[in-house]
């Protein structure tokens, strides 16, 4: 079955303890993106990568990592976490930019994340 | 920079009514536009995907037009049923054509 997975789905932790949100997909994409949705916010982008070793900021980069060593994988990486991150986080990953591809974009389930 | 409204916030019908969803988009130079439908506490999936040469795309009951020109996109539900509602959100391409720019979303109530 073709999916974007995350973990964890849930996640409560304190300022400044480092986590990773890992994200995966099982679909050969090669571009992959991490959005944040807050309540009359929208969906903002954080980062997103066009391929492996290639990761551009989004509109919401500060206070974040990515990494992309394999295609499959994307994690989003947060050193120094801080309330206003609270937030439910995305994945999301498709065929190629949307400018180019007709492809959909494929969607993980979120990870809820509380910074206290 | 691109940007994306959708008009109303939120909507209430009763079932069996067609409705028609309302996005707005600042750039008219977009390569895709594409609406999703989120379910609480879930991800998004796609519905509809309209490419920037085509005028509208249609998937069972959903039907989702394109006016560049006019920088506007709607997405049309027929006889909708309960299980429709969720929040529909609609997305733009930016400028260059990498991302995706998405709306606040209308949260839609279907009532029995």
């Known amino acids: 079955e073709a999916q974007v997975t995350q973990n964890p789905r849930y996640l409560i932790t304190v300022t400044g303890k480092k986590l990773t949100v890992t994200c995966s997909q099982n679909?050969?994409?090669?571009?992959m993106s991490w959005y944040r949705q807050d309540p009359g916010l929208g969906l903002r982008q954080i980062y997103y990568?066009?391929?492996?070793?290639?990761?551009d900021k989004g509109d919401v980069p500060e206070g974040y990592k990515v990494s992309r060593k394999e295609k499959r994988n994307f994690p989003l990486i947060l050193e120094s976490p801080s309330p206003n991150q609270t937030s439910l986080y995305f994945c999301?990953?498709?065929?190629?930019?949307?400018?180019?591809?007709?492809?959909?974009?494929?969607f993980g389930p979120g990870t809820r994340l509380t910074v206290l | 920079k691109q940007e994306v409204t959708q008009i109303p916030a939120a909507l209430s019908v009763p079932e069996g009514e067609n409705l028609v969803l309302n996005c707005s988009f600042t750039?008219?130079?977009?390569?895709?536009l594409q609406w999703f439908r989120q379910d609480p506490g879930k991800g998004l999936t796609s519905l509809l995907l309209i490419q920037s040469s085509q005028r509208e795309q249609t998937s069972g009951r959903l039907n989702a037009s394109l006016d560049k020109s006019s920088g506007r996109s709607t997405l049309y539900i027929a006889a909708s049923q309960p299980g429709d509602s969720a929040t529909y959100l609609c997305a733009a391409t930016d400028n260059y054509g990498q991302n995706f720019v998405f709306g606040p979303g209308t949260r839609l109530s279907v009532l029995p």
């Open positions: 999301a990953s498709s065929l190629s930019s949307p400018g180019i591809s007709t492809d959909t974009q494929y």
């Open positions: 990568s066009m391929n492996v070793e290639v990761t």
């Open positions: 750039d008219s130079a977009i390569y895709n």
């Open positions: 679909m050969n994409h090669e571009y």
